[in-house]
Every structure is written in structure tokens, then in C-alpha cells.
């Protein structure tokens, strides 16, 4: 089982960049795929980012592609989430997730707030 924790969000104004961290306790992060999920205030949480478990393809949704960057580190047991050109409908508060049976059965971490500002 893994153990996540994101780190790196902050306030940052409208057209800025942040880059969001996902480090794993666990030994077998490798194994896993990753993803980059967020929930806006008053909405369901989505997912933003994805990628297979050896880190070389990574999935997009349509509102961030282009502007976001997805990658998995396993030597470091670490995940990151470059974003740029932030708007203010990217606030929120961004997850890393890992699985290898889907989302459903996903571990998680505590969350990250990313609030951006015109």
C-alpha cells in the first residue's frame, strides 16, 4: 500500500506557475499508476492528469492540456504536476492518487491547495 503526500501549492496570480509534488513511503511505487486529480469549491472532484506506471505516457484533460506537465519519477518515488499559465478556474485542491485497479480503489493523499488570482 502506498502512502502519499502532495506538496508544492500556494496562491500565485493568473498566469503563473506552481509545480505540485506527490512523494510515496512505500517501496512499491513503481507499480503504480498516477494520477493528478482536483475539487473546486462547490463542484466533484476531476481528474486533471494521468499517467501509466513507468511514467512515459501521460493523459491530459482538455482544459489543461497544453499548460500542464505530468511526471513520474520512480527512482524518487515521487510524482510531479508542472502547471503553467494558471487561471483562476484552476483553483483548488489538488490530490495525487495511485492505483493499479482503477480509481475506485485508489490510494490517496491528504491534498494540496492551489488558489489562483487575477
Known amino acids: 500500500q502506498v502512502q502519499l503526500r502532495e506538496s508544492g501549492g500556494g496562491l500565485v496570480q493568473a498566469g503563473g506557475s506552481l509545480r505540485l509534488s506527490c512523494v510515496d513511503s512505500?517501496?512499491?511505487?513503481?507499480?503504480?499508476?498516477m494520477g493528478w486529480f482536483r475539487q473546486a469549491p462547490g463542484k466533484e472532484r476531476e481528474l486533471v492528469a494521468a499517467t501509466n506506471w513507468s511514467g512515459d505516457t501521460a493523459v491530459y484533460a482538455d482544459n489543461v492540456r497544453g499548460r500542464f506537465t505530468m511526471t513520474k519519477d520512480n527512482a524518487k518515488n515521487t510524482g510531479y504536476l508542472q502547471m503553467d499559465s494558471l487561471r483562476p478556474d484552476d483553483t483548488g485542491v489538488y490530490y495525487c492518487?495511485?492505483?493499479?485497479?482503477?480509481?475506485?480503489?485508489?490510494?490517496w493523499g491528504q491534498g494540496t491547495q492551489v488558489t489562483v488570482v487575477s
Open positions: 512505500a517501496p512499491v511505487f513503481s507499480k503504480y499508476t
Open positions: 492518487a495511485a492505483s493499479t485497479r482503477g480509481w475506485d480503489t485508489a490510494d
